[in-house]
Each structure stands twice: as C-alpha cells, then as structure tokens.
C-alpha cells in the first residue's frame, strides 16, 4: 500500500490525528460514508472527498485549497448556495449547483439554500445589457416556486438538515442609510469597477441598482456566517467575484475565516452554452419542460461531452464511471453513457416513474415498445417535440395521414414509401394507402403515431 503495511497505517499516514480509527472501522462495518470514513482506497492510495471533487472537475477557483481541504474533508461546514428567482423554474444550467449540494450533504455538511427574494428584484448585472426589473411579486411568486423544486434533493433531518433561507428576511427590514453606512463602507469602489462585467458595461451604461448587486450578495455570505455560523460559499465561475466580495467583507468586519470555491461554466464541445435546447431553455419545472423532453435532452448530449457530464452530475462512483467510459467506447452506437445520465437524471429531477415512462417512449416510438403502455401525457409530450399535428372531422386515409404528419410532401411519395414497406401506424407496417382507419385504433382516444422508415416518425392528434 504504497509503503503503508496496513490500512490503518495508510488513514494515519495521511490524515493523522483527524482520524479515529474505531470509528472508521465502525463505518466501513456499517456502509456509512460521512467522513471520516468518507475515504476510499483506490490504487493504494487514499481518496479523499475533495479528491473526488477535483477528479470531478467541480472546483474551478477556491480560496485557497490548502484551507479548503481541510474543511470539506472533516465532514461538518455549514455552507450556502445561492439562486436568484429570474424566472418561474430553475433550468438545467442550475444542476450543477443543485446536486453539487447534494453532494456536500452526503458528505455531512449542512445545506442553506438561498432563495434571494431580494437579490432577484435587482439582477445580477450581465455582460450584454440592464436587467429588466420584474415586479415584487410576480418575484415572490417565483420564490416560492424555486424553494419547492430545491426541496427534493436535499434532506432536512439530522444535525446536518438543509434549511431554506431567504435573503429578502435580512435586506427588506435594513434601511437606505444603514446599508450605506454598515455595508457599504467596507467596499472600494475601484474593486467594484475592477470586475469584468462591470468594466465591460462602463462604455454602454452600468445603473447603481445592478452595479451595487455586489454588496447584496456579499452582505447574504456575512448574514449567513452571523446567523447560522456559516463558512462555505460556492457556485458558478461567474460568480466568483460576488464570492470573493463576501469573504473580504466577512474579514473587514472582524468575522471568519470562511472559505469559497466555484464550478466551471458548462460549455459544450462545440463551444455552445449548455442548457439550451432547439426549444429554448430546458426547465426543471414538468409544465415548461416535459420529463420525456428532459430525458432526451440528455439522451443527444455529444459523444465528446457525455463523459465530463458524467463527472458532474452522476452519484456514480469514479470506478463504475471509468467502466461506463469503457464500455461506451467499445460500443459507441449504443450510446450507454447517454442513456445512463438521461436515465439517473430524469430520476433525480422527475423521479423513477416518470423515467421509466421516458425510457419506454423512446422504444415504443422506434417500434422497439408497446405504445398502449405509455400515459397520455408521456405520449402527447414525446410527440409534440418530433412534430404533433391536428386532424378535424373524417379521418383520411393512409396516404393522407403521412401527407398530414408531414412525412411526405405527396401522395405519390406516400404510396411509394407505402410500397416500398418504409410507412407504419401505431408500429404497424401500412399496406394498403387507401385504407381508412377505424377511430377504435386511436391511441388514449386521439393519437395516432406515424413512422417512416427506422427513425423518422410524427404524430396526430384527432379532434372529432
């Protein structure tokens, strides 16, 4: 074991006095994984939780590593991350704070999980152009929205329990001349300016109300460290000048020391933002974005960016993540890393039911599955993001259905494609193009779903 004779002489010959070697014992005994027996021997070497995040990839910029480490190894900070309501859900460029919390948790650190109802009246400042300021409470609508969608990845029992917290409980009450005199005293301007996206707006037009954004959340970090002993900010790269605003405010106040550390920007291989779908944004909320669409959204993730993927937001181990790689490469058209990330993702956000449901749509609609198996809602939702078009009154025949779905531009085409065998219905080889179909077919009363050859198929909604 790398010059250790024992495994406990490797746990002693890393960490030293931190660690009780009963209680590792204890744990190995019973699975359990808060440090310090949150360790993993791998290669002879001892895999610490801060080695599992750097091979992650999650840590960008810290604060200093040599502190930090320390700190999230022992298993007992309280940190904070933070999301502003700029919308009414969270989208999946917010996923990697989310189950970067979870993971912090399982680590046995305690979540706090800022919903900023003040910071989201007055927007982070972006590189492009002002904000527009969206009314009080259509803001706090969206708070309450977001808190709901937090609540499931974390858990609030135990000395580690996450707690929601809000911002606007410590700025709203805090008066102009206050904040100006407690808060504000402590920041040059000339640090402000020095920030890129401040800098980039000096020449179009940067307002006091996004310019001052800096000192709201710095204030959140000091509140935070003041009222719930908290030592840990993470987030975005983006965020890391707001960060570190809050760790130098923290220390001109006489408080601290805290710590900080941010995630990379997720970009994808072509040099695209993540997060974007030919639809727009992809949401967490089931009413914007279907489970199946967010399921196939993560199903098409580039072949040169499904394995950093994976390193982000899997709960799998390093080791079944490198076999996953392996098997991947060996059968790349199965596409299995997709398909495990999809599948582990759309259960964490949707939950097992409604994975399952869009695992089997993606089979059913390539004839690999039974479409009378699927809910109307995982049918309708597949089918509007391949093309879902209405049908009024008398069905038309075959030939017309292809025409309507738009699977053919002809009716020459569709009695070719007929012919040559490529057409199907409900996964059913269409042979005769003159044929009407009886209404009983339908599926869940309305549906009808046409294919043309192995992997180009629309849908039809029937209205009598």
């Given at each position: ?364 609609l390539f004839g690999r599955g039974s479409l009378e198996s ?71 009363g309305r549906f009808l779903v046409l294919r043309r050859g ?11």
């Amino acid at each position: 074991m790398g010059g250790f004779e024992t495994f406990e002489a490797l746990l002693l010959g890393q960490f030293g006095a931190q660690i009780d070697l009963g209680e590792v014992a204890h744990g190995i005994q019973h699975g359990q994984t808060r440090f310090p027996v949150h360790v993993r021997v791998r290669d002879n070497s001892i895999v610490t939780f801060v080695d599992d995040l750097t091979w992650r990839g999650l840590i960008q910029d810290s604060t200093g590593l040599d502190s930090l480490t320390p700190a999230l190894d022992g298993g007992n900070l309280t940190f904070y991350v933070g999301f502003d309501p700029t919308a009414a859900s969270l989208h999946v460029g917010h996923l990697m704070q989310v189950i970067t919390a979870r993971r912090l948790q399982q680590a046995g650190h305690k979540p706090l999980l800022l919903v900023g109802g003040a910071t989201g009246q007055i927007g982070d400042p972006r590189e492009s152009s002002e904000r527009s300021l969206n009314p009080p409470e259509v803001v706090e609508g969206w708070v309450t929205r977001i808190r709901s969608q937090l609540e499931p990845f974390v858990t609030y029992e135990g000395a580690n329990g996450a707690e929601m917290v809000n911002n606007l409980d410590w700025t709203g009450p805090t008066s102009v001349i206050d904040f100006l005199r407690d808060v504000g005293k402590h920041f040059p301007v000339n640090k402000m300016l020095a920030r890129d996206v401040v800098r980039n707006r000096l020449e179009t037009g940067i307002s006091f109300t996004e310019f001052s954004y800096q000192l709201l959340q710095a204030n959140d970090f000091y509140e935070l460290h003041r009222r719930h002993g908290c030592q840990l900010q993470y987030g975005g790269s983006d965020q890391w000048g707001n960060i570190t605003a809050g760790v130098d405010y923290i220390r001109r106040r006489g408080a601290g020391p805290v710590h900080a550390f941010v995630t990379p920007l997720v970009l994808k291989a072509d040099g695209t933002k993540f997060g974007k779908s030919e639809g727009g944004a992809v949401w967490l909320d089931p009413t914007m974005t279907s489970p199946y669409a967010f399921y196939q959204f993560w199903i098409n993730a580039d072949d040169r960016d499904v394995s950093q993927y994976l390193r982000y937001f899997s709960f799998k181990s390093r080791d079944e993540l490198e076999e996953l790689e392996k098997a991947t490469a060996e059968r790349p058209q199965a596409r299995l890393a997709q398909r495990a990330l999809a599948h582990e993702l759309t259960t964490l956000v949707h939950g097992a039911d409604e994975a399952d449901q869009a695992v089997a749509a993606s089979q059913a609609l390539f004839g690999r599955g039974s479409l009378e198996s699927l809910s109307a809602a995982t049918l309708r939702a597949a089918l509007s993001e391949a093309g879902l078009a209405s049908v009024r009154g008398e069905l038309p025949t075959m030939t017309g259905l292809l025409r309507e779905a738009g699977l053919v531009s002809s009716a020459n085409e569709a009695r070719r494609t007929i012919a040559e065998g490529g057409a199907y219905l409900n996964n059913e080889r269409i042979t005769d193009g003159e044929a009407v179909l009886d209404t009983a077919a339908l599926l869940h009363g309305r549906f009808l779903v046409l294919r043309r050859g192995k992997r180009t198929f629309a849908g039809l909604e029937y209205e009598a």
